[in-house]
């Protein structure tokens, strides 16, 4: 598409030097840029693939997701590729050398959290599986925001999540953090109206 055909974006996004339209957070950072044009929203439905996310989005709480992103080569590395078996085994001493990884958040609650939902992940594989549960709580409609202040943070549907997952064992999953699991997932499309990858998905419409 010609330059001068390209309708102008909102106050809310900016336009690159590529021509394409993006929010503000993803629109000066190389490694969130990357993320946001290739990764963040595309659908994600393997096991290992949407533990994975969970697990990254516990340890993102309280902290930015810049810095998340730029330590997961680290976490994948110290989570075996965040592979459920291999992580429900770690033991104490597992732990310990967790905490001792200057690559990763080293925080004990969390790296505890992730164990246990290893575990939790393999003991629904007689139920259907994580990624069949976390999808079966995709809504009817996504949101359909022009802003960032109009992008929600948690959903009927989230706070849903969170409460099943809480009775089969997980940790860390609060309503908020499955929020932003759903839109890391593509559960929901929370890119704003005008963005380029607005749909992309492939899940919803534009």
Do not use: C
Not at 109 to 138: C, E, M, P, Y
Not at 177 to 194: P, S
């Amino acid at each position: 598409m010609p330059v001068d055909d390209v309708p102008a974006p909102s106050a809310a996004l900016v336009l690159g030097d590529d021509g394409l339209a993006r929010p503000v957070w993803a629109s000066s950072d190389a490694l969130l840029r990357d993320y946001y044009d290739t990764e963040w929203g595309m659908p994600v439905r393997d096991e290992r693939g949407v533990f994975e996310r969970l697990s990254l989005e516990a340890f993102q709480s309280g902290l930015s997701w810049r810095t998340i992103l730029a330590k997961r080569p680290a976490f994948r590395r110290a989570f075996a590729d965040f592979d459920p078996d291999t992580v429900a085994g770690f033991d104490e001493s597992d732990v310990e050398r967790l905490m001792a990884d200057a690559g990763i958040v080293r925080n004990r609650a969390k790296i505890l959290a992730t164990i246990t939902n290893a575990h939790a992940t393999i003991a629904l594989r007689s139920d259907g599986g994580l990624a069949d549960l976390v999808w079966s709580f995709q809504p009817s409609a996504t949101p359909e925001p022009t802003s960032l202040a109009e992008v929600p943070t948690k959903s009927d549907e989230s706070t849903a999540l969170s409460k099943e997952l809480r009775k089969r064992g997980f940790a860390f999953v609060g309503p908020t953090t499955m929020y932003a699991l759903m839109e890391a997932l593509g559960i929901v499309d929370t890119h704003l109206l005008g963005s380029h990858r607005r749909g992309s998905s492939g899940v919803w419409g534009r």
